[in-house]
């Protein structure tokens, strides 16, 4: 009896739950889904009409605010809201609407989307099969990064690169000596992060030996690094005569130059095609019971 | 077997062992296999040479193009059944269940300067019940979708494998062979990640649609082994080196199959395989516990013994053809899965040796069977109180007492659903040959919502009349008899495992969050830290520069522990 009226309890919360948080309805669907070319339309209609609120790319302006960041999505989470958002605007605020045609719209939502996303969710237009021809041929990617089972240790496998970075941001490790990683510019951080520098560390034990490989990991104590034998070594600290830390990645950041125009294009339509897309959520109860049988 | 082992390095034992003792269907399986097993043969050869400071290297690489052939599945059993003393690369740290390391750094006398090395936070996981796996100083920690690789001697990380969705749904650890190490994902793939960088070597989904278990897998003969229970239970392999799919075995027949008519016309289903199975190289047959039957608390539906529910079977790791079978507990009304870790054990059994196989069963009762052909060799209550069987037959079928099944008013029954041990891993000492294990003591009340809808349960609870208790108990391993017991004051459920060691140690974590050192002898607590959260996992031990640890999981955190003299 006691259990019925918690089950019906349970429902009706399940039900009316999110009647009571007034999501907003996802809007229609982006025609232009999964359309590269529509996100580089989308970029410079953006630069034209966006910018001066919003900023360049989305990330904050002198009167809008930014579009990227993860907590702000009042303004529309899905195409289908940023869309409704542009064409309406929002009441009460500088954001009025906007006179651009619906397939306009549609572009910037895309742009604004691919801002957001991953590589993965809007991958960039060109040749992967001649861009997979790069990466293991003129490129020489494949010396250092693993993909798709080959290729060398000494750097990040890239099977999952285009679903972990943002497009720009490869564009940013291919071309620029300084780019972003995860956990610089001050950000305060909420786990413990692996060390993604991959410089070159040589460590001099104490009768002489001297031992090369990439830093992975270190502290006051110890050091950790995988050596240029494959092997992944641990050091007391303590017991070196030195250590030698290369604060500069083996990672070229010449690639637009490197290769033609073309065959950077294509690395890049290749590279921001690599990744493991999600499994949709599964319906019903979420995933294994609690106990014995996962 | 053992004396054979000890000499792992010695050319002219591993010949003979080649020879002599390996069955011919290994030799004309690897023929057909050659690639993948002469890998595994280089691996073993560039082992000799560090172990030799390299003085053997040359001419071993020179016999390996001669004899390698004939060799190889000797050494693919030898590399796969006795790891190196100071690794823990497997679930049970060796591939039959014993959880016994030669190790003896830390013994019964200096346990007292036992303390804790480091802790690594697991951000994201939930209840750990991870084991984690340890190769060369690197401690691999496995969750579904991820993988942490960390310095096993300081607890820093090397590297990080997430792939898409983040879980914090505990999963039961990982399995290392060559160089990779393999993970289940939530969407049930399997996948081999390089041991050295994380990076992924292969990547295959479940064939046929079965859902992958978070049960740690399991190598064997070249072949990676995972299992699971959806929709029905079952044990998939695929080629390690390749991922190609192999086989799969599972845990009902279908309609028409043999041993199909002990459903009593009903569609067999259930037999859940969500726990790491053992396996014997010589006999090249994997072991493997089966679930309960479907319906879970009625079985008025599905007349009959309803194979090969909470069954004991043994598979051909080749072929994935069912060897032998023994029930536990034939047509099963209170989830009694007979998926606790089955111990694999070379010794006499009332004066004649035996290839013996060892289990605490959920539904109270030790068991000892050969583990060669499945023979019933004893039955013997580990816990003080079962009252739904009055005993076994000289086959080892229960004698069932009537009136047990699961009612509307509630039925109690002892042990409890939860059983009278469960995931748990116990562990065998070939030294003291105690077989010790975590009891739950206790008796629960089964209730159904219906007594005549089908599947119309609603599980169990714990009565107050027999409040639950739990024990570490040593149980004299070919007899069953209680040797002595240590009761985790407050700990009423069983949840962490056991490890026993060379140093005359059990370690015994508690499931309210305490560690204690026991003597593997007499039970004696030596030594005892609070990790200050629940504990579900079980322990390991490995040794880095010749630095001995213990390590495991409590909540979301790895702790590892080392003597404090050995302190950097």
């Given at each position: 009896?006691?259990?019925?009226l918690?089950?019906?309890?349970l429902?009706?919360?399940?039900m009316?739950?999110?009647?009571?948080?007034?999501?907003?309805?996802?809007?229609?669907p982006?025609p232009?889904?999964?359309?590269?070319?529509?996100?580089?339309?989308g970029?410079?209609?953006y630069?034209?009409?966006c910018?001066?609120c919003?900023?360049?790319?989305?990330?904050?302006?002198?009167?809008?605010?930014?579009?990227?960041?993860?907590?702000?999505t009042?303004?529309g989470?899905?195409?289908?809201?940023?869309f409704?958002?542009?064409?309406n605007?929002?009441?009460?605020?500088p954001?009025g609407?906007?006179?651009?045609?619906?397939?306009e719209?549609?572009?910037?939502?895309s742009y604004i989307?691919a801002?957001?996303?991953?590589a993965?969710?809007?991958?960039l237009?060109g040749n992967a099969?001649?861009?997979?021809?790069?990466?293991?041929?003129?490129?020489?990617?494949?010396?250092?990064?693993?993909?798709?089972?080959?290729g060398g240790?000494t750097a990040?496998d890239?099977?999952n690169?285009?679903g972990?970075?943002k497009?720009?941001?490869?564009?940013d490790?291919?071309?620029?000596?300084?780019h972003?990683?995860?956990?610089?510019?001050?950000?305060?951080?909420k786990?413990?992060?692996t060390?993604d520098?991959?410089?070159?560390?040589?460590v001099t034990t104490a009768?002489?030996?001297?031992i090369d490989g990439i830093?992975?990991?270190?502290d006051?104590?110890s050091?950790?690094?995988?050596?240029n034998?494959?092997r992944?070594r641990?050091?007391?600290?303590?017991?070196l005569?030195?250590?030698?830390?290369e604060?500069?990645?083996?990672m070229p950041t010449?690639?637009?130059k490197r290769?033609?125009?073309e065959e950077?294009?294509?690395l890049?339509a290749f590279?921001?095609r690599q990744?493991?897309?999600?499994?949709?959520?599964?319906?019903?109860r979420?995933?294994p019971?609690?106990?014995?049988?996962r | 077997?053992?004396?054979?082992l000890?000499?792992?390095?010695?050319?002219t034992?591993?010949?003979?062992t080649a020879l002599?003792?390996?069955p011919?269907?290994?030799?004309?399986?690897?023929?057909?296999?050659?690639?993948?097993?002469?890998?595994v043969?280089r691996a073993?050869?560039?082992?000799?040479?560090?172990v030799?400071g390299?003085?053997l290297?040359?001419?071993?690489?020179?016999l390996?193009?001669?004899?390698?052939?004939l060799?190889?599945g000797a050494?693919?059993?030898a590399?796969?059944?006795?790891?190196?003393p100071?690794?823990?690369?497997?679930?049970?740290?060796?591939d039959?269940?014993?959880?016994?390391?030669?190790?003896?750094?830390?013994?019964?006398?200096?346990?007292?300067?036992?303390?804790?090395k480091?802790?690594?936070h697991?951000?994201?996981?939930n209840g750990?019940e991870?084991?984690?796996?340890v190769?060369n100083?690197?401690m691999?920690?496995s969750?579904?979708?991820?993988?942490?690789?960390?310095?096993?001697?300081?607890?820093?990380?090397?590297w990080?494998y997430q792939r898409?969705?983040a879980?914090?749904?505990?999963?039961?650890g990982?399995?290392?062979?060559?160089?990779?190490?393999?993970?289940?994902?939530?969407d049930?793939h399997?996948?081999?990640l390089?041991?050295?960088?994380?990076?992924v070597?292969w990547?295959?989904?479940?064939?046929?649609g079965?859902?992958?278990?978070?049960g740690?897998p399991?190598?064997?003969?070249?072949k990676?082994?995972?299992?699971?229970?959806?929709?029905?239970g079952?044990?998939?392999a695929?080629?390690?080196?390749?991922?190609?799919?192999?086989?799969s075995?599972?845990?009902?027949?279908?309609p028409g199959?043999?041993?199909?008519?002990?459903?009593g016309?009903?569609?067999p289903?259930?037999?859940?395989?969500?726990?790491?199975?053992s396996?014997?190289p010589?006999?090249?047959?994997?072991?493997?516990g089966?679930g309960?039957?479907?319906?879970q608390?009625?079985?008025?539906?599905?007349p009959?013994?309803?194979l090969?529910?909470?069954?004991?079977?043994?598979?051909?790791?080749?072929?994935?053809?069912?060897?032998?079978?023994f029930?536990n507990?034939p047509h099963d009304v209170?989830?009694?899965?007979?998926?606790?870790t089955?111990?694999l054990?070379d010794?006499?059994?009332?004066?004649?040796?035996?290839k013996?196989?060892?289990?605490?069963n959920?539904?109270?009762?030790?068991y000892?069977?050969d583990?060669?052909?499945?023979?019933f060799l004893?039955?013997?209550?580990?816990?003080?109180?079962?009252?739904?069987?009055?005993?076994?037959?000289?086959?080892?079928r229960p004698i069932?007492?009537?009136?047990?099944?699961p009612?509307?008013?509630?039925?109690?029954?002892?042990?409890?659903?939860?059983g009278?041990t469960?995931?748990?891993?116990?562990?065998y000492?070939?030294d003291?040959?105690?077989?010790?294990?975590?009891v739950?003591e206790?008796?629960?009340?089964?209730?159904i919502?219906?007594?005549?809808?089908?599947d119309?349960?609603?599980g169990?609870?714990?009565?107050?009349?027999a409040?639950?208790?739990?024990?570490?108990r040593?149980?004299?391993?070919?007899?069953?008899k209680?040797?002595?017991?240590?009761k985790?004051?407050?700990?009423n459920?069983y949840g962490p495992?056991?490890?026993?060691?060379?140093?005359?140690i059990?370690?015994?974590?508690e499931?309210?969050?305490?560690?204690?050192?026991l003597?593997a002898?007499?039970?004696?607590?030596?030594?005892?830290?609070n990790?200050?959260d629940l504990?579900?996992a079980?322990?390991?031990?490995?040794?880095?520069?010749g630095e001995?640890?213990?390590?495991?999981?409590s909540?979301t955190?790895?702790?590892?522990?080392?003597?404090?003299?050995?302190?950097?």
């Open positions: 009896m006691n259990r019925a918690v089950t019906a309890a429902l009706l919360t399940r009316v739950g999110p009647i009571l948080a007034q999501r907003p309805a996802p809007g229609p982006n232009f889904q999964g359309k590269p070319e529509a996100v580089h339309e970029e410079s209609l630069a034209q009409k910018t001066g919003h900023g360049p790319n989305g990330t904050d302006g002198e009167i809008g605010p930014a579009l990227v960041s993860g907590d702000r009042d303004f989470a899905t195409d289908g809201q940023v409704n958002t542009i064409k605007g929002i009441p009460g605020t954001m609407p906007q006179k651009l045609s619906d397939d719209i549609w572009k910037i939502a989307h801002l957001r996303g991953t993965l969710d809007n991958p237009p099969a001649h861009g997979e021809q790069v990466f293991w041929g003129k490129g020489q990617c494949g010396n250092c990064h693993m993909l798709g089972g080959k240790l990040p890239l099977n690169i285009a972990t970075r497009a720009s941001t490869i564009i490790a291919l071309t620029k000596e300084q972003r990683e995860y956990g610089s510019g001050g950000a305060h951080l786990t413990l992060p060390m520098s991959y410089f070159p560390v040589h009768d002489g030996k001297v830093l992975l990991n270190q006051g104590y050091l950790q690094m995988l050596g034998d494959q992944l641990s050091f007391d600290r303590a017991k005569r030195r250590v030698d830390i604060a500069k990645s083996l010449d690639y637009d290769l033609t125009a950077f294009k294509d890049l590279l921001t990744g493991t897309k999600p499994p949709p959520p599964t319906a019903g979420g995933g019971p609690r106990g014995e049988e | 077997m053992r004396d054979r000890e000499h792992r390095y010695d050319l034992s591993l010949l003979y002599s003792s390996t011919m269907y290994n030799i004309v399986q690897d023929s057909a296999n050659r690639t993948s097993v002469s890998q043969f073993h050869a560039h082992h000799r040479s560090t030799f390299g003085r290297a040359h001419s071993w690489v020179a390996q193009t001669v004899i390698g052939f060799l190889s050494i693919t059993s590399v796969a059944q006795k790891p190196d100071k690794d823990w690369p497997a679930y049970s740290g060796a039959n269940g014993q959880r016994y390391s030669p190790l003896k750094q830390i013994t019964a006398a200096n346990a007292n300067r036992l303390q804790a480091w802790v690594y697991m951000d994201g996981a750990m991870q084991v984690p796996v190769v100083g690197v691999y920690i969750q579904f979708n991820r993988m942490d690789a960390i310095d096993a001697r300081t607890g820093n990380i090397f990080r898409p969705p879980s914090g749904t505990p999963q039961r990982t399995a290392f062979y060559n160089d990779k190490v393999f993970m289940v994902t939530s049930s399997l996948v081999a390089d041991a050295r960088n994380g990076g070597r990547d295959v989904k479940s064939e046929g079965y859902v992958l278990a978070g740690a399991l190598i064997a003969h070249g990676v082994i995972v299992s699971g229970n959806r929709p029905d079952f044990v998939q695929f080629d390690a080196e390749t991922g190609k799919y192999a086989w075995w599972v845990a009902v027949p279908k199959e043999p041993d199909a008519g002990t459903w016309g009903a569609k289903q259930g037999g859940p395989m969500w726990m790491t199975g396996y014997d010589e006999l090249n047959l994997l072991y493997y089966t309960q039957p479907n319906p608390w009625t079985g008025s539906e599905r009959g013994d309803n090969y529910t909470d069954c004991i079977v043994a598979i051909n790791a080749d072929t994935g053809k069912l060897v032998w079978y029930q507990t209170h989830d009694w899965d007979s998926t606790e089955l111990v054990v010794a006499p059994f009332k004066g004649q040796a035996r013996l196989l060892l289990q605490a959920r539904n109270g009762y030790y000892v069977l583990r060669s052909n499945g023979e004893l039955a013997t209550p580990f816990v003080s109180k079962i009252d739904w069987a009055d005993g076994l037959t000289s086959k080892g069932v007492i009537p009136g047990h099944d009612s509307v008013r509630g039925t109690t029954t002892c042990p409890s659903t939860a009278a469960n995931w748990p891993a116990p562990t000492s070939p003291t040959k105690y077989f010790y294990v975590t739950a206790g008796c629960g009340i089964n209730f919502t219906s007594s005549t809808a089908p119309a349960g609603t169990y609870i714990e009565t107050s009349k409040p639950w208790q739990a024990y570490v040593a149980l004299d391993a070919t007899t069953g209680k040797v002595w017991e240590y985790p004051v407050r700990s459920h495992g056991l490890l026993s060691t060379a140093g005359g059990v370690f015994a974590p499931q309210f969050g305490q560690v204690t050192l003597d002898k007499s039970g004696k607590p030596l030594w005892h830290f990790t200050g504990i579900t079980s322990p390991v031990t490995y040794s880095v520069e001995q640890f213990i390590a495991i999981a909540g955190n790895v702790f590892a522990f080392g003597l404090q003299e050995v302190n950097r």
